[in-house]
C-alpha cells in the first residue's frame, strides 16, 4: 500500500476523484447544525443584522463555504431579492472558489475538513489506505512551537490558519464566521477520528469515511484578528434561547427542544465560532 502523509491521505480520501464528500451526503454521517432547522432561523438574524450594518447593500452576499449539498441556503427562504445566496462547495453545482463578496461569510463545519500534517515526538506520522501509521522523517514545525508546544502528538494547523486568512481575503466588507469544533492552547490534544453513518470510526483514508480534526481557534484567530465565541454565547446573543413560557403550544415546544441541542454544551453548543468583522461593527455579535 501506498505510504504518505496524513496531509496527502486525507485530501486524497475527502476530495480526490472518488472520495467521500464527492459520493456521500454529509448529514447521513453526521450530525450537524445544519440538520437543526433553528440554525437557519439563527442565520438569518446574523445576516439580518450584518445587512442593516452595512447599510443594506445592494447587492447583499450570503456565502456558505462548505455548502455541500445546499441545505442551509435552501432553508433561507423569503429573504429580500437584494441577497445574494452564493453555496460554495468542491462539486457541483457549486462553485469552485469564493467569490469576493459584500455581506455575510460562513463556513459551518469547514476548517475542520481542511486537511493538515500529525508529527510525533518530532517526526512526521504516515498512514497508508488501511490507516496503518509509520514514522517518517524528522519534520520541524513553527506553528507546532508556538501553538502546541507540549510536544507529543501534534496535528499541524498551519492549513487551517492559512485557509481561514484566505476566505476572510474574499469579504471586501461585511464579516467572516466560521463554526467548528475547537480547542485552544490550555487544552489541546489529538483529535484526529472519522465518521460513518452516525458513528465514530477510526480514521481510514480509504475514502469510506468522513475524516475531522480539532481547529485550534486560538491560532486561527490570530492569523485574522478575529474573535472566539462558543456557539452556546453567539446563539444566546442572536436570541436562540430554551427557556420557555408555562403554558405553550407545540410548534413553540419544537423550536425549544431545538434550541436545547444547539446550545448543548456536550454537543452542537460546544461549536467554537470565529467572528472577523472586515469594515464594518458586528458590536452586536460580542465583537
Known amino acids: 500500500m501506498t505510504v504518505r502523509s ?23 454521517h453526521f450530525r450537524t447544525n445544519v440538520a437543526v432547522p433553528l440554525f437557519a432561523t439563527a442565520v438569518r438574524r446574523l445576516a439580518q ?25 435552501n432553508a433561507l427562504t423569503d429573504v429580500p431579492p437584494r441577497w445574494r445566496l452564493i453555496g460554495v462547495d468542491l462539486c457541483e453545482p457549486w462553485a469552485p472558489q469564493v467569490p469576493a463578496l459584500d455581506g455575510l461569510l460562513l463556513a459551518n463545519e469547514w476548517l475542520d475538513a481542511v486537511p493538515l500534517d500529525v508529527v510525533e515526538d518530532g517526526l512526521l506520522v504516515l498512514v497508508d489506505e488501511a490507516g496503518t501509521e509509520t514514522f517518517g522523517a524528522p519534520h520541524a514545525s513553527d506553528w507546532a512551537a508556538t501553538w502546541w508546544p507540549v510536544g507529543g502528538r501534534v496535528e499541524v494547523g498551519a492549513p487551517r490558519d492559512l485557509a481561514w486568512a484566505a476566505a ?17 492552547l490550555r487544552e489541546r490534544r489529538p ?5 460513518r453513518d452516525g458513528r465514530q470510526v477510526p480514521p481510514v483514508p480509504d475514502g469510506s469515511c468522513d475524516i475531522t480534526a480539532h481547529v485550534a481557534l486560538d491560532s486561527c484567530a490570530a492569523a485574522t484578528g478575529a474573535r472566539v465565541l462558543s456557539q452556546r454565547d453567539a446563539l ?4 436562540v434561547s430554551a427557556i420557555l413560557p408555562p403554558h405553550v403550544d407545540a410548534a413553540t415546544l419544537e423550536r425549544g427542544s431545538q434550541a436545547r441541542e444547539l446550545l448543548d454544551p456536550d454537543g452542537l453548543g460546544g461549536f467554537g465560532w470565529l467572528v472577523q468583522s472586515v469594515g464594518v ?7
Open 281 to 287: 461593527d458586528v458590536g452586536w455579535m460580542g465583537g
Open 191 to 195: 483529535t484526529l477520528t472519522g465518521y
Open 168 to 184: 476572510v481575503s474574499r469579504v471586501r466588507r461585511g464579516a467572516a464566521v466560521a463554526i467548528d469544533y475547537g480547542h485552544t
Open 236 to 239: 444566546q446573543l442572536l436570541g
Open 49 to 73: 443584522r450584518l445587512d442593516v450594518a452595512m447599510g443594506f447593500p445592494d447587492p447583499f452576499d450570503v456565502v456558505d463555504l462548505g455548502a455541500g449539498r445546499g441545505d442551509l441556503l
Open 6 to 28: 496524513w496531509s496527502e491521505a486525507w485530501n486524497d480520501a475527502l476530495y480526490g476523484n472518488d472520495g467521500f464528500f464527492l459520493r456521500e451526503d454529509p448529514l447521513a
